[in-house]
């Protein structure tokens, strides 16, 4: 077993793994991009066999994308699985579009910078009974940050305020098709009097 032989690692290196392994069990994901990830990440590339291990030992799976510089810790049975509430899963389901949308744009496969004014009109075109206020929608993005799937570039607060968006969103909603993204969000706007479906795509 590989673990067998973790006295051999030194002391820092222990720490790291610890540390890294505390991380990724609160935070699910790792971006290699994302300043305070990039030396887990890279740890994380030298010693998989270990993380491999560890994780499978407690019914866990590590998912490692090299090209995207992405990093998922998932759950095989399915369980301790964050449940999003409704503006949190738009928010997430907006971020995944308005990434796709901007590499379309650019032709560039990186990261992605957006505004914060690009999340509200995104919302808004969905012509829900109720908006989100500023305060929820601070509220959501600080917990997207937590989870290393975006990076603001300044105040969250304000409008004008660029996001990064990394790589790491296409491994917490994994489909390729963006209007399955689409249709997910018709139904949610559905449901609450919004769009319908092939509205979302204006």
Do not use: W
């Not at 964050?82 to 949308?101: A, G, N, P, T, V």
């Amino acid at each position: 077993m590989i673990l067998e032989q973790f006295d051999t690692l030194s002391n820092a290196q222990k720490q790291m793994f610890a540390d890294t392994c505390v991380k990724l069990l609160a935070n699910a994901f790792l971006a290699k991009d994302k300043k305070d990830n990039k030396e887990m990440y890279y740890f994380v590339l030298s010693f998989k066999n270990y993380f491999d291990e560890y994780f499978n030992i407690i019914n866990y799976e590590l998912i490692l994308d090299r090209d995207r510089g992405a990093i998922q810790l998932v759950t095989k049975e399915n369980q301790n699985v964050l449940k999003l509430k409704k503006d949190e899963s738009l928010i997430l389901l907006i971020l995944r579009i308005l990434f796709h949308q901007h590499l379309v744009e650019t032709s560039i496969n990186d990261n992605v910078i957006i505004s914060i004014d690009e999340i509200h009109q995104k919302y808004d075109s969905l012509e829900l009974k109720k908006k989100i206020n500023k305060t929820d929608l601070v509220s959501i993005l600080r917990m997207y940050r937590r989870f290393n799937l975006i990076e603001p570039l300044g105040d969250i607060t304000q409008s004008g305020t660029r996001i990064i968006i990394y790589p790491t969103i296409l491994m917490a909603i994994s489909t390729t098709n963006i209007n399955d993204v689409l249709d997910v969000i018709g139904r949610i706007a559905s449901k609450d009097g919004g769009v319908k479906e092939d509205e979302t795509t204006n």
